[in-house]
């Protein structure tokens, strides 16, 4: 008994010593010992005396930090930062140099937290106090009718025609719901309800309707001629509950130098007042058809343009807006500046735009100019994912100078992307087309893009003009 004792009385003891013992040799719990958090940030030799402050915003999630914008008789090319970090964190340097090309309005440079053997690296973003001009790509509202959501007739590569010119979406399906058009209304509702055209006397051709295109609220559907003893039809709704018309019944046979099969793919280019052409390039790539369109429904002169083996069918030819000048695009020919003829004045370095880019067109919104494409996702070895790529072309008096402008600078990233996905085809059938929205005065204050792919589906973005938000 007295031994069991003496036995708990040292095991206490021990244990009261190794208790003291743990607080007197181990420091403090950190969860990270070295954390490498950027707290805050100011500009401090901002403006023309170079002593005006200014804080920065760090927006954690995606790593970037933003500055009201700059006077444009600041120092960019020394401009001083202070930085408040985590304990023991250091800035790798707090001095940046921000000098940019004249028509540059932003630059953006890397700062780096770093704090023993760890780092974390943050985006600086410095604007020059300048007009805002373009899109606000930060608040994007998409209407997409792709992936789990694609539209039920972009299957079995029975979709190979669609449009969209802010009002409707022209549908050219050969499925058992035919070519219909969808109100943007009732899609931005995500409702989806057709609108069947009248297709009495629609008929001949491989296929009577392969193709279409919408102008100033009328309709357009041509057949696809699989032969130069099939005829090349096109057909005209005034309205959507118009009945159609026959506008052009074309006897390929007769035209020289003309291919066999027309009608894969379909250029509409008609301005406000009906005038204007429309491209077919044919199957084989050896020439592009156009047509002169006149009063919105009279068809004449066809003529046979060259065309280049690397266009294959998925081609476009389209206007640039009250311009004479067009972009020409094919699966393996790189977008092209061209005039009417299809003679080429410009054409972009293949590596600078995404691969398989096609439905090329070029138009400003907000005082800013844009490209606009869709990548097409041919074969099984492409590297294309079918997707709607923006770039910001604005640099430049005039569109040649804008693309060489972008030829010649360091960054070619589109400045909004969105991906159709879908498997891969060999089939043409990629469309897109753009909209703005204007208010009472004639400002800018919407642009709505479209694109669409066969299998893929399509997508209609929405996206506010940019305002100033300092």
């Not at 802010?166 to 609108?195: E, F, M, Y």
């Not at 972008?406 to 960054?411: E, H, I, L, P, V």
């Not at 919407?446 to 100033?468: H, M, Q, T, W």
Request: charged share 20%; glycine share 8%; proline share 4%.
């Amino acid at each position: 008994m007295h031994k069991l004792k003496y036995i708990t009385f040292a095991a206490l003891v021990l244990s009261c010593c190794g208790m003291v013992a743990c607080g007197d040799s181990y420091p403090e719990s950190h969860i990270e010992p070295y954390a490498t958090d950027l707290l805050s940030i100011k500009i401090v030799n901002a403006g023309p005396g170079q002593n005006e402050t200014l804080t920065g915003k760090i927006d954690e999630e995606n790593k970037m930090v933003n500055f009201p914008r700059l006077d444009t008789a600041s120092n960019f090319s020394a401009i001083k930062i202070e930085a408040e970090v985590s304990a023991g964190a250091t800035v790798q340097k707090t001095e940046y140099d921000f000098s940019m090309d004249p028509e540059d309005t932003y630059k953006t440079l890397l700062l780096r937290v770093s704090n023993h053997h760890r780092y974390k690296d943050y985006f600086i973003k410095v604007r020059k106090h300048v007009d805002i001009y373009g899109a606000d790509f930060k608040y994007v509202k998409v209407n997409e009718f792709t992936g789990d959501r694609r539209y039920a007739d972009y299957a079995g590569s029975l979709t190979r025609g669609a449009d969209f010119d802010g009002t409707h979406v022209l549908v050219v399906t050969r499925s058992a719901t035919r070519p219909h058009l969808l109100k943007v209304s009732d899609l931005q509702a995500d409702k989806r309800i057709p609108i069947p055209l009248d297709l009495t006397d629609v008929s001949g051709g491989t296929f009577p309707y392969n193709t279409g295109a919408l102008a100033n609220g009328h309709i357009y559907l041509a057949s696809l001629s699989g032969g130069k003893a099939s005829p090349l039809k096109i057909y005209y709704w005034d309205t959507p509950t118009s009945k159609p018309e026959v506008i052009a019944n074309i006897n390929i046979a007769s035209i020289p130098g003309a291919g066999a099969r027309h009608g894969d793919n379909m250029s509409l280019n008609i301005d406000k007042y009906g005038n204007g052409f429309i491209f077919f390039g044919d199957n084989l790539s050896t020439e592009i058809l156009r047509l002169t369109v006149t009063g919105h429904k009279t068809i004449n002169n066809p003529t046979v343009l060259s065309s280049n083996p690397n266009m294959t069918t998925s081609m476009s030819m389209y206007r640039i807006e009250d311009t004479s000048q067009y972009l020409l695009a094919g699966l393996r020919f790189p977008i092209a500046l061209t005039d009417e003829t299809g003679s080429v004045k410009y054409q972009l370095k293949q590596s600078h735009i995404a691969e398989e880019s096609i439905a090329a067109r070029i138009f400003t919104f907000n005082k800013a100019r844009y490209l606009m494409t869709c990548t097409v996702g041919f074969g099984g070895s492409t590297k294309a994912t079918p997707t709607l790529n923006l770039y910001d072309i604005t640099k430049g008096r005039t569109v040649q100078e804008a693309l060489e402008k972008f030829d010649a600078g360091n960054n070619h990233n589109p400045v909004y992307s969105f991906i159709l996905g879908g498997a891969f085809v060999t089939a043409p059938g990629v469309n897109t087309n753009y909209y703005i929205e204007r208010d009472a005065n004639g400002n800018d204050q919407k642009l709505y893009l479209f694109a669409s792919r066969i299998n893929s589906g399509f997508v209609i973005c929405e996206l506010p003009a940019a305002v100033d938000e300092d």
